[in-house]
């Protein structure tokens, strides 16, 4: 089926393990993105792509990086994750103009 | 800076009634696009609407209705007859046109009891 999907869809992990958050679309849209969802702040953009090898920060970028070598995937990697990283992880793309399409999420737990 | 603002943290109410949900936002750009998304329990966020900054009309789509007022930079969502499947946590976002960017309010949690 097109769209996003993420993977894994639920993650535990120890403080400063490195952990890949994988995000692949089935259409070739240009711009992707990801966000993490806090309670009390909504989403916000951790980094987004505008196409492959192009990347750039959003507001919340400390503590993670990301490379996009083929348009179709954007995984996003915690080098040394902290638990102040435990939250929920979206990827979208842009489906129309200026509108993102989400992925299902990644559950992700720092203990 | 953009910025939206979802003063609602929680909104309770029995089915059938109509309940709004309110979004104020705060940017320079002119030209711009406001979105409302829903996310259910499941967790996936579900697409609404996007309205551009140029057309003031309200829309409605069966039960759902948006009222957009440039003046008070506000854009406003109302359920009528709301039903227990309205129980979700529903998000206001803000992009400039050209750029693709979302900014994101805090989100109202909706509970609808029967």
């Known amino acids: 089926d097109a769209g996003i999907t993420q993977s894994p869809r639920y993650k535990i992990t120890e403080t400063g393990r490195q952990v890949t958050l994988m995000c692949h679309q089935t259409?070739?849209?240009?711009?992707m993105f990801w966000y993490r969802q806090d309670l009390g702040h909504g989403l916000r953009l951790i980094y987004y792509s505008a196409a492959a090898d192009i990347t750039d920060k959003g507001e919340v970028p400390d503590g993670y990086v990301v490379s996009r070598s083929k348009t179709e995937n954007f995984p996003l990697t915690l080098e040394s994750a902290t638990r102040s990283q435990t939250s929920v992880y979206f990827c979208?793309?842009?489906?129309?103009?200026?509108?993102?399409?989400f992925g299902p999420g990644t559950r992700l737990t720092v203990l | 800076a953009q910025k939206v603002t979802q003063a609602q943290t929680e909104i309770s109410v029995v089915e059938k009634e109509d309940v709004t949900l309110d979004c104020v936002y705060e940017?320079?750009?002119?030209?711009?696009?406001l979105f409302w998304y829903k996310q259910p329990p499941s967790g996936e966020l579900v697409f609404l609407i996007r309205?551009?900054?140029?057309?003031?009309q309200n829309e409605i789509s069966g039960r759902y209705s948006w009222n957009f007022q440039k003046s008070t930079s506000s854009f406003n969502f109302t359920i009528t007859a709301s039903q227990v499947v309205d129980s979700a946590v529903y998000f206001c976002a803000l992009s400039e046109v050209g750029g693709n960017k979302l900014t994101f309010g805090t989100g109202t949690q909706l509970k609808v009891e029967l």
């Open positions: 979208a793309s842009i489906l129309a103009p200026n509108e993102q399409f």
């Open positions: 940017t320079r750009d002119t030209t711009y696009y």
């Open positions: 259409w070739s849209h240009s711009y």
């Open positions: 309205r551009n900054s140029f057309d003031e």
